[in-house]
C-alpha cells in the first residue's frame, strides 16, 4: 500500500531538540529542512531554547540544513537563520511544492535522502509527501521549551488526518 498523503514517515511523538538524529542518518538522509515556529520556536520572540540550538549545532555536522518557513517575515526568520548560520526561506506556502522545489534543487539530494521536519500534518508533513521526501512529524515546543502536552491545532489535524485515511501512528 502505498503512503497516506497526510501520513509522516516518522512520528516518533518528541520535540525537535529530542530527535535523536542517527535515526536520520539511518534513514541516509544528507539534509533537512526544518520548520520554524513552533519546531524551533516556542513563542513570538526569536530567542532559541539552548536545547534546539544544541540540537542543530549536532545536525550540522552531518547534515545539510535549511530553514523553510510559512512565515512572510523576513526579519523574524533571517534573524533566527543567523543564529544558526542557516539559509532560509520565508513565505515558504506549504503544502505548495514550488518553493520546496527550488530548496530541493539547491540542496542536489535526492527527494528520498531529505527529511522535512515540522509540527504540522497539513502543511509540513502534505509538502513534504508530495515531493517524495522523508516527512517528520515533531510534537510543538512550549514557552519552556518542553513538549506542548495539548495542542489543539496538532490534534485536530491528527483527527482530520485519520478521517480522510491517514493511519493512527
Ligand atoms: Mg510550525
Not at 37 to 43: A, E, N, Q, S, Y
Not at 44 to 51: F, K, N, Q, T, Y
Amino acid at each position: 500500500m502505498t503512503q497516506h498523503w497526510l501520513q509522516p514517515n516518522w512520528d516518533p511523538g518528541l520535540t525537535l531538540p529530542h530527535l535523536p538524529i542517527q535515526h536520520l542518518l539511518d534513514q541516509g538522509m544528507q539534509a533537512l529542512v526544518l520548520d520554524v515556529d513552533r519546531t524551533l520556536l516556542p513563542g513570538r520572540d526569536i530567542e532559541l531554547p539552548a536545547s534546539v540550538t544544541a540540537w542543530v549545532k549536532e545536525a550540522q555536522h552531518h547534515l545539510s540544513l535549511h530553514l523553510f518557513s510559512n512565515n512572510p517575515s523576513r526579519k523574524r526568520i533571517g534573524a533566527v537563520a543567523k543564529q544558526l548560520e542557516l539559509t532560509f526561506t520565508c513565505s515558504a506556502a506549504k503544502p505548495r511544492r514550488e518553493r520546496l522545489r527550488k530548496v530541493m534543487k539547491q540542496l542536489r539530494f535526492q527527494p528520498a535522502e531529505i527529511a522535512i521536519v515540522g509540527d504540522r500534518i497539513f502543511t509540513d508533513v502534505l509538502a513534504g509527501n508530495r515531493l517524495g521526501l522523508y516527512t517528520v512529524l515533531v510534537r510543538p515546543l512550549s514557552a519552556d521549551g518542553s513538549p506542548c502536552k495539548n495542542d489543539r491545532v496538532q490534534q485536530l489535524e491528527q483527527k482530520l488526518a485519520n478521517w480522510l485515511g491517514a493511519q493512527q501512528t
